[in-house]
């Protein structure tokens, strides 16, 4: 790890030096105490931000007509619903951070109600995020976006890296990237929630909507099975709701107007957490080379413009604070990173 630069503040990876990563004590006295507090307030008005945004695309979606010649206006209209429809994604998270509100039932409600509408079991995500940020771009704990290793052990280390290459070498890069991002894109997020795909070894192959055999255990201690359990309520009763929907309005309609924008939901959520974690100068760290603060500045924080960070939160281009300062709410976290840029 010598000569190892950390840090994507600047919309790249690997600025500092391994010496030089401050640690969370110094990272945080550079940032104002203010932009620690979250204000309910704020929070429900970004929330009323992205719903009125959102009722703006739906009320344009039913005035178009649900028939076949029209698919290729569903296209569009999905990719803006679904664009839209993130921030509502990003909200949810802010809840399962504890950054959105000092009144933590309301605040659990709101990051409930608004993944379940996305078919998110909200506290099986809570816990499995919660160990991403631990252990960010660690190759043996890490909890999502875990490498296949050259030489992997099988123990600490996934295996598989040689194989990868080879495929990826006889296929062609730029087919075998294309490859890639279908798959992440498409099957990534679901693969990952019912087998925990891309994680790491030490957790088995985990499912966020069953935490007993046949699945592992290793992410849902003591309580947390308790709380699997009671964020399916919620992704089932979304569920009822769209097959109700389905008898009552037909099949085209509720793929028209909610699985092909939950479709792009998912695929912005890929995105952004790719592109968060992986760069080809951004190494991944075993348990002797990890710390915490490490894996924080192995992030990247990366330019969307204006309309996206509006839209979304500034989900992308506040990420080296989020992950330092998870608590830190999205209205501050942009604020934050321009203290940190300037002290790192």
């Avoid at 990876?13 to 104002?32: G, M, N, Y």
């Avoid at 379940?116 to 771009?137: D, G, K």
């Avoid at 769209?242 to 695929?267: D, E, Q, R, T, W």
């Avoid at 998870?326 to 790192?344: G, L, W």
Wanted: charged share 15%.
């Amino acid at each position: 790890m010598s000569n190892i630069k950390f840090s994507g503040l600047k919309g790249q990876a690997l600025v500092i030096e391994d010496k030089d990563i401050p640690s969370i004590k110094e990272f945080q006295d550079v940032i104002p105490d203010h932009y620690f507090k979250c204000n309910t307030k704020t929070s429900l008005r970004y929330l009323l931000q992205s719903t009125l945004i959102q009722l703006l695309i739906v009320a344009i979606g039913l005035s178009i007509p649900f028939t076949p010649k029209m698919i290729p206006i569903w296209i569009i209209y999905a990719f803006l619903s679904g664009t839209t429809a993130m921030g509502f994604w990003v909200i949810a998270h802010e809840c399962g951070h504890g950054a959105f509100s000092k009144n933590k039932t309301l605040e659990s409600i709101t990051g409930y109600f608004l993944h379940s509408l996305l078919l998110v079991p909200y506290f099986s995500w809570q816990r499995s995020h919660a160990i991403h940020h631990r252990f960010t771009n660690n190759i043996t704990n890490g909890e999502t976006h875990v490498p296949l290793v050259i030489k992997g052990n099988g123990v600490t280390e996934k295996v598989g890296g040689e194989k990868e290459l080879h495929f990826s070498n006889s296929l062609g890069k730029k087919k075998y990237g294309i490859l890639q991002l279908v798959l992440h894109l498409i099957f990534g997020w679901p693969a990952y929630l019912l087998t925990g795909s891309t994680g790491g070894l030490k957790y088995g192959t985990s499912n966020h909507f069953w935490p007993i055999k046949p699945f592992s255990k290793a992410l849902w201690p003591s309580i947390w099975a308790k709380k699997v359990w009671i964020s399916d309520i919620g992704v089932c009763l979304t569920l009822v709701g769209i097959v109700y929907s389905v008898f009552k309005y037909g099949l085209f309609p509720v793929i028209a107007m909610y699985f092909g924008p939950l479709l792009v939901v998912n695929c912005w959520l890929v995105v952004y957490t790719w592109l968060h974690h992986t760069d080809s100068d951004v190494p991944h760290l075993s348990n002797t080379e990890f710390s915490f603060m490490k894996g924080a500045f192995l992030s990247i924080d990366r330019p969307y413009g204006r309309v996206l960070n509006f839209l979304h939160h500034n989900i992308g281009s506040s990420h080296v604070v989020h992950h330092v300062c998870p608590t830190i709410p999205h209205y501050h976290a942009k604020k934050a990173t321009v203290f940190i840029k300037k002290a790192f």
